[in-house]
Each structure stands twice: as C-alpha cells, then as structure tokens.
C-alpha cells in the first residue's frame, strides 16, 4: 500500500506515514546532499500523499525565504520573513496546519486553487532555522494531526541525514 491511500480522501493513516519513513530512509541511504535530498522529499510525498497540489521546500536566505525543490505549478520565488503561511511558520518555528488559506491573514495565493496548507519549519541541529517544508491542497481542511506529526518526522529524518552547512 503507498502512503496514504487507505481511509477516505485527505486523510493518511499513522501507517502511511511508517511507510513514507522508510522510503525516505531508502533514497537517503549514502546521500548527504542537501539539495538531491529535498528535491527527492518533496517528490516522494507528492506522489505518495493524496490530494496535493504542491509540495516543496522554501530556505531561508537574509530575511527572506527563497523557493527550492518543487513538485506542483511555478511558485513564489521569495517570501518575506512573517509574510504569509511560509514566512509565519519560518518566523515562529513552528508547524502551521491551515484549513482554509483564504481565512488566514496575508495569505499569499501562489496558486489560487490552494484551500488548505501545512507548513513544517526545517530546523538545523543546532537549533537555526534551515527553511520550512511546505505542502498545498486544493482540498479545504485536507491536513490533519497525523499528517503534521508525519511530515514533522520525515524533515527531521531528512535533516539528521544530510550535510546542512
């Protein structure tokens, strides 16, 4: 069973997401760079989560978040710090589960069939904010615990595995 498919639409079951890990763990295995590493993440759960419309990572450069590795329509190049979902989760450093994008204050439509959003900061070992991870739908309310909790573990795993200096 891939990640994701049982239970009804938008809802990853906990063992979903064990599946996920190990397949996170399997193209991580020998490969320390940073970039292939988040590139291969954000294609792993946009093929293997449902009802996405955009996964990707966005690296925090000055006060500013820039785009990275994407699976989904063209994006924001650059994010203010604070501005929007992304720069609110990076400046508060916390996860972000947002039911409906278009409630949320300075909500920044990169793709305007985005109606929820979960956004996970990545944070280096040290503590310092690397960039956040952010993953759309054009579901309302399509992320739930489980899928925050989820995502949480495969950025950590994806951290501890790879060279982020």
């Not at 239970?7 to 399997?26: D, H, K, P």
């Not at 590795?69 to 501005?83: E, K, L, N, S």
């Not at 739908?137 to 925050?148: H, I």
């Given at each position: 069973?891939?990640?994701?498919?049982?239970?009804?639409?938008?809802?990853?079951?906990?063992?979903?997401?064990?599946?996920?890990?190990?397949?996170?763990?399997?193209?991580?295995?020998?490969?320390?760079?940073?970039?292939?590493?988040?590139?291969?993440?954000a294609a792993l759960?946009?093929?293997?989560?449902?009802?996405?419309?955009?996964?990707?990572?966005?690296?925090?450069?000055?006060?500013?978040?820039?785009?990275?590795?994407?699976?989904?329509?063209?994006?924001?190049?650059?994010?203010?710090?604070?501005?929007?979902?992304?720069?609110?989760?990076?400046?508060?450093?916390?996860?972000?589960?947002?039911?409906?994008?278009?409630?949320?204050?300075?909500?920044?439509?990169?793709d305007a069939a985005?109606?929820?959003?979960?956004?996970?900061?990545?944070?280096?070992?040290?503590?310092?904010?690397?960039?956040?991870?952010?993953?759309?739908?054009?579901?309302?309310?399509?992320?739930?615990?489980?899928?925050?909790?989820?995502?949480?573990?495969?950025?950590?795993?994806?951290?501890?595995?790879?060279?982020?200096?």
């Amino acid at each position: 069973m891939m990640p994701g498919t049982a239970g009804r639409a938008g809802v990853a079951r906990t063992s979903s997401y064990e599946e996920l890990q190990r397949a996170l763990q399997g193209l991580l295995a020998g490969e320390r760079d940073l970039l292939a590493n988040t590139a291969n993440l954000a294609a792993l759960v946009f093929h293997s989560l449902p009802a996405l419309n955009w996964t990707g990572w966005y690296f925090l450069r000055g006060a500013q978040l820039v785009l990275g590795p994407f699976q989904g329509q063209p994006a924001c190049v650059r994010i203010d710090m604070g501005r929007g979902v992304c720069g609110t989760a990076a400046a508060q450093r916390t996860s972000l589960l947002v039911p409906d994008v278009h409630a949320f204050p300075g909500h920044i439509a990169c793709d305007a069939a985005s109606r929820s959003e979960l956004v996970v900061p990545a944070l280096r070992a040290d503590g310092t904010l690397l960039g956040v991870f952010d993953l759309d739908s054009p579901l309302p309310a399509r992320f739930t615990a489980a899928d925050r909790h989820g995502i949480e573990a495969a950025v950590r795993t994806l951290i501890a595995a790879s060279d982020c200096d």
